[in-house]
């Protein structure tokens, strides 16, 4: 089974969801020439670039809730081989470790299971 942790659909939805909580400047390149919002620069620009630090903090939380329900979702159809279980759980920390992760407590709850 093939798992893509990032498409375009993933994306559509994560600007959805926040555009509902943040203003349009947090996530959009906002180009005055134009009057418009880009995800993205377009190709044509030449003008300066900058980079949206405010839109990282947010893709750094809308993967995390990813994650977390792809490794509950994991954990969940492991739970019919007791040693793939075991095993997962011995390779979770691992994982974790290489991420950055705000909130410990679902990890917590992942690893008593």
């Known amino acids: 089974m093939e798992i893509q ?9 994560f600007f959805r969801t926040y555009l509902k909580r943040v203003k349009p400047e947090k996530l959009f390149y906002y ?4 009057e418009l919002y880009y995800a993205y620069y377009p190709k044509s620009y030449k003008g300066k670039k900058t980079t949206l630090q405010s839109r990282n903090t947010l893709i750094g939380e809308y993967t995390e809730e990813c994650v ?4 509950n979702n994991i954990v969940e159809d492991s739970s019919k081989e ?8 011995a390779q ?3 994982l974790l470790s290489t991420l950055y992760v705000k909130n410990l407590d679902w990890v917590v709850t992942l690893l008593q299971i």
């Not at 977390?68 to 490794?71: E, H, S, V, Y």
Request: some cysteine.
């Open 31 to 34: 180009l005055k020439e134009e």
């Open 92 to 94: 979770i920390p691992e």
């Open 68 to 71: 977390q329900k792809l490794l």
């Open 82 to 89: 007791p040693q793939f279980k075991k095993c997962l759980k």
């Open 5 to 13: 942790l990032w498409t375009k659909g993933k994306e559509e939805e």
